[in-house]
């Protein structure tokens, strides 16, 4: 058995510290070599005005997604979301250019003032909007797409050790509910719903609206999702809907065979409605 790892880096032996999670050598860590003879012109520019195109986007989306928005200057000095993705825009473009150090400490700054945490391997489309935000940790590889929106404790995790894709792809028109956990390398279609506090572990289909935990899917039918459509808490509950409709079915079993309930017996009256909850 070889009780050496290679460092992930440079490919150097190390010694058995490897074994408890050092696997990176000491050169390679300090080494902060950046060769910038290597990129041209065109690799800065259109990043550069990319991240002002979406700055732009960024802001407008907040007045069309949060009421509590009244003016500019509020939007840029008190929202903690708008802060978190500018940052986060700025510290992708130098881990897109392979600088080293600089991008995971401007990324640890937006956390630090903002406690929204993104990696700046991430990548985010426009209109993005993170509305409160405390708690927010998107991985190194998730994808998300255009108009999404996500409330505080939304987590896009990942599941594997290994330097492969391992965090999620977020779909277009996405609203990902407070405190949803969406984990692994799957897929989430365009014009889904994820209703808070649920834990998504497989792909969703476009269009679906998913709730529980683990996360269950549960179809809007005939409805599409609007590319504004902030509705996290208004969500079907199938738990809720199946309890109900066996409690109903019991009582028409208890009908036919003249059965009656026994004083003091007492039903929880479950109403789903069209939307499902409430008990």
Avoid: W
């Amino acid at each position: 058995m070889n009780d050496f790892l290679n460092c992930l880096n440079c490919g150097k032996k190390l010694g058995t510290k490897a074994q408890e999670g050092h696997n990176i050598c000491a050169e390679c860590v300090m080494k902060l070599d950046f060769k910038t003879q290597e990129i041209n012109q065109e690799q800065v520019d259109i990043p550069l005005q990319q991240i002002l195109d979406f700055f732009i986007s960024d802001v407008n989306c907040v007045f069309h997604k949060d009421p509590a928005a009244h003016t500019l200057v509020e939007v840029l000095t008190s929202y903690p979301g708008i802060k978190a993705v500018l940052l986060h825009r700025i510290s992708h473009f130098f881990h897109k250019l392979g600088m080293p150090f600089v991008p995971r400490y401007i990324a640890n700054i937006a956390r630090e003032l903002t406690a929204i945490e993104i990696h700046p391997g991430a990548e985010i489309g426009s209109e993005f909007f993170i509305d409160h935000g405390a708690g927010v940790v998107i991985g190194e590889t998730a994808i998300i797409g255009n108009n999404v929106t996500i409330y505080a404790g939304v987590v896009l995790g990942g599941t594997s050790l290994n330097q492969v894709k391992r965090h999620p792809t977020i779909g277009n028109d996405v609203v990902i509910g407070s405190g949803a956990k969406v984990l692994g390398p799957i897929t989430v279609g365009d014009n889904v719903r994820i209703g808070a506090n649920s834990v998504v572990i497989n792909d969703v289909p476009a269009g679906s609206v998913v709730v529980g935990v683990p996360g269950r899917i549960v179809s809007r039918e005939g409805e599409k999702i609007k590319k504004i459509d902030l509705r996290h808490g208004d969500l079907p509950d199938p738990l809720s809907i199946t309890i109900s409709k066996l409690e109903e079915r019991i009582r028409e079993m208890e009908s036919k065979l003249n059965i009656k309930p026994s004083k003091g017996d007492e039903y929880i009256e479950i109403y789903y409605g069209e939307q499902g909850g409430g008990i």
